[in-house]
């Protein structure tokens, strides 16, 4: 079979390497890290990353029209994976930068973590930095082979919570139950760093470079 | 079931080679970081920490060389710290890979430099390190002040408040080394840790001082402390990562097994 290409959008917000060695690692495919839309489109699956202020990162893909080309890989039917604040952008808007609208593609909003003392009395730092347990709560191709309940490396500031629950793939908990992954028809985001995750991360780019793109 | 602590092994880097040692059974070379990062990976560790003991500035390129390397097949989070004095040094750093960016002196010197990276590349990889040092007399309200150099130069900064202002300024987490306990293997300066630890929202990392398993939960339970970093006890084999896992865990301390 002739690897996939996988095209990860780069739209100028930090270092896309991590992302990029994983995906090699993770099975048979040439990735291209880029920011031609002319590019994304040839591809066969899409990964689409984010880090830092999503005020930031929505000005960017806004400015780099990205969010049209986001929206055309959503309606080809192609398999999209969205990582942190990539799946935070995904929503319809985020309480950060003083307000952000979003690209739509769930119903719901990101939102800080409140912070507080969990029910043992330990503060809750922010960020939630560190390995969580995400609970499968969808059956979706892109758990095949992880345990439920495993471990996944978290780090961020801001939490999504669907409007409706059955756009939930995964939940985790940090001071509240927040979602650790989002899918609907080809999309499938994570709010943890699969790329960071060690094998079950592993796990789940080669579940996605396998991935059909339905659920 | 909830967020695990973790266990940061640390990597001293000379010119690229890792200084110090390790003791690794079957290990090809002992000197190597990409190496021995990988078997830290393997092992189980949460994150690994590389610092760069580089004395010159010249050198630095060995070091965004060996980043890469680790970066292209260890698959947990790699922090860097060691001479990072700019928005520049940081940006190099991250683009070989590393997750986050330790800066240490240079935060002192030019506090901006935190506030200016955490805008540029978001809180989540600026990580400050704060070499504390006891002050306090017997008898007296303890307190901890900055030292640079080693351990060898005061600053006159209060490290609780210290902490504070980083966290304030944008850091998103703070490695906390005891210069009275660093080497000693008598276990981490439990009160600054937890003075620290508690005076900050943002996730604290214990350095200084492991000798044992025990030292390494005292940290989480005594120091409320997010993470614990050592070096010696895993680079010479005295205790494994699962071991001390296992150890934490029977703590009653959430790890990741």
């Given at each position: 079979m002739a690897p996939q290409r996988v095209a990860v959008?780069?739209?100028?917000?930090?270092?896309?390497?991590s992302v990029e060695s994983a995906l090699q690692h993770a099975g048979n495919c040439d990735v291209v890290v880029t920011h031609d839309a002319a590019v994304v489109a040839a591809a066969d699956r899409v990964v689409f990353p984010g880090v830092g202020a999503i005020g930031d990162c929505m000005a960017e893909i806004k400015?780099?029209?990205f969010d049209r080309l986001i929206s055309e890989v959503v309606a080809s039917g192609k398999p999209l994976l969205g990582i942190c604040v990539g799946m935070q952008a995904m929503m319809e808007g985020s309480e950060e930068s003083g307000g952000?609208?979003?690209?739509?593609?769930?119903?719901?909003v990101v939102q800080r973590f409140p912070g507080g003392v969990d029910k043992q009395g330990n503060t809750l730092k922010i960020p939630h930095m560190g390995w969580n347990t995400v609970q499968q709560t969808m059956r979706h191709p892109l758990?095949?082979?992880?345990?439920?309940?495993?471990?996944?490396?978290?780090?961020?500031?801001?939490?999504?919570?669907?409007?409706?629950?059955?756009?939930?793939?995964?939940?985790?908990?940090?001071?509240?139950?927040?979602?650790?992954?989002?899918?609907?028809?080809?999309?499938?985001?994570?709010q943890f760093h699969p790329e960071k995750s060690h094998d079950s991360g592993l796990q789940l780019l080669t579940n996605f470079l396998n991935w059909n793109g339905s659920c | 079931?909830?967020?695990?602590?973790?266990?940061?092994?640390?990597?001293?880097?000379?010119?690229?080679?890792v200084v110090k040692g390790v003791n690794f059974v079957g290990i090809r070379d002992a000197g190597d970081p990409v190496e021995i990062a990988r078997r830290y990976n393997q092992a189980g560790a949460d994150e690994i920490t590389f610092l760069d003991i580089t004395a010159s500035h010249e050198n630095r390129d060995t070091t965004v060389h060996t980043v890469e390397q680790i970066a292209r097949e260890v698959f947990i989070p790699l922090t860097v710290g060691g001479g990072v004095r700019s928005v520049d040094d940081i940006r190099v750093l991250l683009n070989a890979g590393a997750d986050k960016v330790s800066i240490n002196t240079a935060a002192i010197h030019n506090p901006s430099l935190v506030q200016e990276s955490a805008d540029r590349f978001g809180s989540q990889c600026i990580v400050v390190a704060i070499d504390a040092k006891a002050v306090h007399e017997e008898g007296e309200t303890?307190?901890?002040e900055i030292f640079t150099h080693g351990g060898?130069?005061?600053?006159?900064?209060?490290?609780?408040?210290?902490?504070?202002?980083?966290?304030?300024?944008?850091?998103?987490?703070?490695?906390l080394t005891s210069m009275d306990r660093d080497g000693t293997k008598n276990g981490f300066d439990l009160a600054v840790t937890r003075a620290i630890s508690d005076a900050v929202p943002i996730p604290v990392i214990a350095s200084g001082g492991v000798g044992n398993l025990d030292h390494l939960a005292q940290g989480v339970l005594q120091g409320h402390a997010d993470a614990v970093l050592a070096a010696s006890i895993f680079h010479f084999g005295e205790y494994t990562i699962a071991e001390a896992k296992a150890h934490m865990a029977a703590c009653g301390i959430e790890m990741r097994q």
């Open positions: 959008i780069d739209y100028g917000m930090g270092n896309l390497h400015r780099l029209g952000t609208e979003c690209l739509g593609l769930f119903e719901g758990w095949y082979g992880i345990e439920n309940n495993a471990r996944f490396y978290f780090v961020h500031s801001y939490c999504v919570t669907p409007t409706k629950p059955e756009a939930q793939a995964g939940g985790c908990e940090y001071g509240l139950p927040f979602a650790a992954a989002i899918a609907r028809d080809n999309i499938f985001a994570t | 079931m909830g967020l695990a602590k973790r266990i940061i092994p640390c990597l001293d880097v000379d010119n690229g080679r303890p307190r901890w060898r130069k005061p600053t006159g900064i209060d490290a609780v408040r210290w902490a504070e202002k980083m966290a304030d300024l944008g850091a998103g987490e703070i490695l």
